[in-house]
């Protein structure tokens, strides 16, 4: 089975703190993605990597950076966070662009006080 | 915003099949359809895809009209377990980057 894993379930820090995000996959993906859930929101893309090196910006990836220096790991950052980055961070991978299915770690409810 | 229209929630009784149903009228001919569920606090699940077949796996069947204008996913024996937010979505090779999970269904199983 893939498994996808975030490094922290729940996570508060206080603005201007630097927060750093872990994901990491064991299935050999090439795809991971950075989503934040918030209700009424449905989930939204932030970042996403296709490679290792490689990144994308998704639909919201102000006040984001993010990470892949090996394959199985991408981090998301938050260089500066502030209060309306309060939400549910959650990782995916997927193996190929042409192959849909994204598997999905446990999330990080992350609070910024 | 989504391309798909799901009831917003949904009872069943436990035990009982559970077929939830999904409005995908503006599919194109290369898109699937994917159902993935959250149960609450976790992170979203894959539960089965099809494009024009019906489909089964061990979670759940997947029946497809022959338009492909709607679909509707049966969980054939509920549990309380599959109390969760069901979403629908459309999605093919060039939206491979993100998958728009709209707003879903909410699935309660009651005893």
């Known amino acids: 089975d893939v498994k996808v894993t975030q490094s922290s379930r729940y996570l508060v820090k206080r603005t201007g703190e630097k927060v750093f995000l872990e994901c990491v996959q064991d299935?050999?993906?090439?795809?991971m993605f950075w989503y934040r859930q918030d209700p009424g929101l449905g989930l939204r893309l932030i970042y996403f990597?296709?490679?290792?090196?490689?990144?994308e910006k998704g639909d919201i990836p102000e006040g984001y950076s993010v990470s892949r220096e090996k394959k199985e790991r991408f981090s998301l950052i938050l260089e500066s966070a502030s209060t309306n980055q309060t939400s549910m961070y959650l990782c995916?991978?997927?193996?190929?662009?042409?192959?849909?299915?994204?598997?999905f770690g446990p999330g990080t409810r992350l609070t910024v006080l | 915003d989504a391309k798909t229209t799901q009831p917003p929630s949904m009872d069943c009784a436990e035990g009982r099949a559970a077929n939830l149903p999904c409005n995908h009228s503006?599919?194109?001919?290369?898109?699937?359809v994917y159902w993935y569920r959250q149960i609450h606090s976790q992170g979203p699940q894959y539960i089965i895809h099809?494009?024009?077949n019906n489909e089964t796996n061990e979670m759940a069947s997947l029946i497809i009209t022959e338009d492909r204008k709607s679909s509707t996913l049966i969980l054939p024996h509920a549990t309380l377990r599959d109390t969760a937010v069901y979403y629908c979505?459309?999605?093919?090779?060039?939206?491979?980057?993100?998958?728009?999970f709209g707003k879903g269904t909410s699935l309660l199983v009651t005893p």
């Open positions: 979505i459309e999605a093919n090779s060039n939206s491979g980057y993100a998958l728009n």
């Open positions: 995916a991978s997927s193996f190929r662009l042409s192959t849909d299915t994204q598997y």
């Open positions: 503006t599919i194109s001919g290369n898109e699937y």
């Open positions: 099809g494009l024009k």
């Open positions: 299935m050999d993906h090439e795809n």
């Open positions: 990597s296709y490679d290792v090196k490689m990144k």
